[in-house]
């Protein structure tokens, strides 16, 4: 089965900084990727970061290209991060990682079958 986990989540201020991160297991093979989404209240969820788990390829929305980074913990490959630098306060919303076993990385929410339990971000101005 497979658990996503996140963490690192919290509170604030604009132009500060935070990591999340989200641990991976119960892949039955090196052939997934993990996405980043987020969701802020009265808001749907959208996508973003993502990382291949074979070639570490990577996707960004353009809201946050040059502010967010996402990376593997290291050659072990057990958790996901997410950069995350100047902050705005439109950032905030609740964050999930999850899961596409396809492998392909920019899916949508609805090719991810497995998701967190999501971690809170606010950003106060």
């Known amino acids: 089965e497979v658990q996503l986990v996140e963490s690192g989540g919290g509170l604030v201020q604009a132009g500060g900084s935070l990591r999340l991160s989200c641990a991976v297991s119960?892949?039955?093979?090196?052939?997934?990727?993990i996405g980043w989404f987020r969701q802020a209240p009265g808001k749907e969820r959208e996508g973003v970061a993502c990382?291949?788990?074979?070639?570490?390829?990577?996707?960004y929305a353009d809201s946050v290209v040059g502010r967010f980074t996402i990376s593997w913990d290291s050659a072990a490959k057990k958790t996901v991060y997410l950069h995350m630098n100047s902050l705005k306060p439109e950032d905030t919303a609740v964050y999930f990682c999850?899961?596409?076993?396809?492998?392909?990385?920019?899916?949508?929410?609805?090719?991810?079958?497995?998701w967190g339990q999501g971690t809170q971000v606010i950003v106060s101005s």
């Open positions: 990382i291949a788990r074979s070639d570490g390829t990577t996707c």
């Open positions: 119960g892949f039955t093979s090196d052939h997934y990727a």
């Open positions: 999850a899961g596409d076993d396809s492998g392909r990385v920019g899916g949508p929410p609805g090719v991810h079958g497995s």
